[in-house]
């Protein structure tokens, strides 16, 4: 198949079905996914070694048409070494205007860095930090919006978007999910007044991403307290924005958003807006009650628990003082089965 590289050993295994056990060619490509000619093209290579079968190196002999010119390293050197100090916009505008370079600017800065020309700066790639995950429930619940896929209603909905609203305790992994019309702050309060009834208690801290639904984008509504802000502020939850454009920080939340589509949504087929809502309460019911392979127990050892299983195991935990910790149940609160 089409970039696709296989080990020298899964070569071996191929050729030995087509020509040891006598399949036929067309059904080793349809259960291996290759081709006819690399088919052909690994047997005229195997000389009775794995060696044979190893991987040539993909790197072009020759240097790329497009690729800069001796001329040009040339020049921006030459400009480098004459401006140390000179930025990279600065370099840029110099070249142009004393050498009439044509290329463009991230062209000219790819390459720089590439060929690491400045040894001062730092080439290093991000190291992501380890997360700090709450080990107590009711610490820090992440919350997230995603679409509902148009390809899942009939009717209307093929045309209107719903929106799914999760929250996710980091500790015990148990989610809340509930649908929604409109993707605005008004439905952001709402949900977060059910969370806190479905839960039974209130976090320390919401975890949410930029968007304009959670908070006020910056340069706008200043001196303006987003509703958001209002109903943790009037529950006493510190709100917690993530970095932008960086998802990975609401990374519990935005896997269980995967496992969504992968087993709910790629099935869900629904008419009206009441039939959404019973199917994603059953689907609720479902993840909750369904082992996740992330939950360790009491001893740190992987036990197959559940989200309500790992909840109760820590209730019970911090009934026995095992564990330290505070949580702030709310009274009166009909917690959803």
Sequence with gaps: MKGVKFTA?????ILDMWLVEHKHWLYVCRKEKCTRVSL??????????????????SRPKTPHPNSQTEEEKREIQQVMDDNPTMGYI?????????????????????YIRKQ???????????????????????????????????ECGRGIFRTERCFQYTMIDEATRERFIYAYKE???????????RAVVYFGYAP??????????????????????HVADQIMNR?????????????RHNGKVERS??????RFYNFLQFSTFEELQDKMREWLNRYNRKPHTALRDRNGKMAMQSPLDKRAELLQMLKEGAISGKVRFVKNSDRAA
């Design 9 to 13: 050993r899964e070569k071996k295994r």
């Design 40 to 57: 052909w093209r690994w047997k005229k290579l195997y000389d009775g070694t794995l060696e044979s079968l190893e991987n040539k190196s």
């Design 90 to 110: 600065e370099l840029y505008g110099e070249l142009r205007a004393k050498y009439a370079y044509s290329r463009h600017y991230m062209t000219m800065y790819k």
């Design 116 to 150: 690491c020309l400045r040894p001062a700066e730092v080439y290093e790639q991000y190291q992501p930090q380890p997360y700090d995950t709450p080990e107590m429930l009711g610490q820090k619940w992440q919350l997230d919006v995603k679409f509902v896929p148009l």
């Design 183 to 193: 993707h605005s702050g008004f439905s952001t309060v709402d949900f977060i007044k």
């Design 204 to 225: 320390i801290v919401i975890q949410t991403d930029n968007g304009t639904e959670f908070t006020n984008p910056k340069g706008t509504g200043e001196g303006k307290v």
């Design 235 to 247: 529950l006493g939850i510190k709100h917690q924005l993530i970095r932008p454009y960086t998802p």
């Design 257 to 262: 958003h995967r496992t969504d589509q992968e």
